[in-house]
């Protein structure tokens, strides 16, 4: 069975940082950061794939940074100059890709409603 499990969320003031890690069971599994804010719908965040490329939604790039530790099965969010709109519980999901996670993202991107596997979420509070 699948397991995912996120650690790193907290409070911080605005300008603060913070890095979540989220640890996964089976390596095989694509991997991405997602949020729900307050009153909205879950959403991508950031991924990173086989070849290193990343993604990032608009209003991270350049303040967050997604990395993956292969040996370790780990999935990292490093968090930058955090605003108050970047309140949210942060997830990390997976799903199994069947033709490689380098197609899996070219197609499913970080689309919320394509991933099966989700943590329980860790909190992030960002106080102006």
């Known amino acids: 069975q699948v397991h995912l499990a996120e650690s790193g969320g907290g409070p911080v003031q605005t300008g603060g940082s913070l890095k979540l890690v989220c640890k996964m069971s089976?390596?095989?599994?694509?991997m991405g950061w997602f949020r729900q804010r307050p009153g909205k719908e879950r959403e991508g965040v950031a991924a990173?794939?086989?070849?290193?490329?990343?993604w990032y939604r608009d209003s991270v790039k350049g303040r967050f940074t997604v990395s993956k530790d292969n040996d370790e099965n780990t999935l990292y969010l490093q968090m930058n100059s955090l605003e108050p709109e970047d309140t949210a519980t942060y997830f990390c999901?997976?799903?199994?890709?069947?033709?490689?996670?380098?197609?899996?993202?070219?197609?499913?991107?970080?689309?919320?409603?394509?991933?099966?596997?989700w943590g329980q979420g860790t909190q992030v509070t960002v106080s102006s």
């Open positions: 990173v794939e086989e070849g290193g490329q990343t």
């Open positions: 089976d390596p095989s599994y694509c």
């Open positions: 999901a997976a799903e199994y890709p069947s033709l490689g996670c380098t197609t899996w993202y070219a197609t499913a991107g970080v689309d919320p409603l394509a991933y099966n596997y």
